[in-house]
């Protein structure tokens, strides 16, 4: 008989995603942002005092309040649907048919089964098909979905199916290559190993279509 924590520690370790969606309960926004801060504050102090700080120190004694700051503000921020970028579009007046493709965007994001960091770039393209969006707004949504606890290939995902939305088209494309710090400091270790995911619609799923997509995010474009 296998034991859940054992279970779950394999799909942790194993970091195996078990929805499409991140697992958030219906009453996730029942307390308020600055409710959450507090309980967390609360929750890091004992896991601080657990491990045997002193929480009297100048050093540490803020540390509570930090945390829990960052965990609602920042890097789960992307958790809160009132946070979410307004995908703004607009006609494709000048009739540009050819793929864009916006590369190296920046990816932080936090392994939701150690909760350790995930940094690294996002490529995404798409062909419109009458719609356009704004450059800084790819950014913004790559960033949204990635301030949360996180699986890789969940948030490959969620950044074409929100493009393909705004845009009106299957024919969106996303490639993430990241590192994993539950990987590279700890478990095995290794620090030279990323973890490459994609997901391609419409199009893209054509070979030639895919192929020059590919290509285009191996050029050289440093400036």
């Not at 195996?16 to 958030?24: C, G, H, K, L």
């Not at 690294?120 to 950014?139: Q, T």
């Amino acid at each position: 008989m296998i034991n859940n924590n054992d279970l779950h520690d394999e799909i942790g370790n194993n970091h195996i995603a078990t929805s499409a969606e991140n697992p958030v309960r219906s009453d996730a926004f029942d307390l308020t942002d600055e409710q959450k801060i507090e309980s967390i504050k609360g929750e890091v102090e004992k896991i601080l005092h657990t491990l045997g700080m002193d929480l009297t120190d100048d050093s540490i004694k803020g540390t509570p309040n930090r945390v829990a700051k960052m965990f609602v503000n920042e890097i789960f921020g992307g958790l809160n649907p009132t946070k979410k970028p307004k995908a703004s579009t607009f006609e494709n007046n000048y009739k540009y048919g050819e793929m864009l493709v916006e590369k190296n965007i920046t990816v932080y994001s936090t392994c939701e089964h150690h909760l350790l960091p995930i940094i690294g770039r996002a490529h995404i393209a798409y062909i419109s098909s009458g719609r356009v969006i704004g450059l800084s707004k790819m950014n913004r949504i790559v960033d949204y979905f990635a301030k949360r606890p996180q699986v890789q290939e969940r948030l490959t995902m969620q950044i074409v199916q929100e493009l393909q939305k705004a845009l009106n088209t299957e024919d969106v494309a996303c490639v993430i290559d990241a590192k994993h710090l539950c990987v590279n400091s700890r478990g095995i270790r290794d620090i030279e190993s990323s973890t490459v995911t994609s997901e391609f619609g419409g199009k893209f799923k054509e070979a030639a279509t895919k192929r020059e997509f590919l290509d285009y995010i191996q050029m050289d474009t440093k400036f």
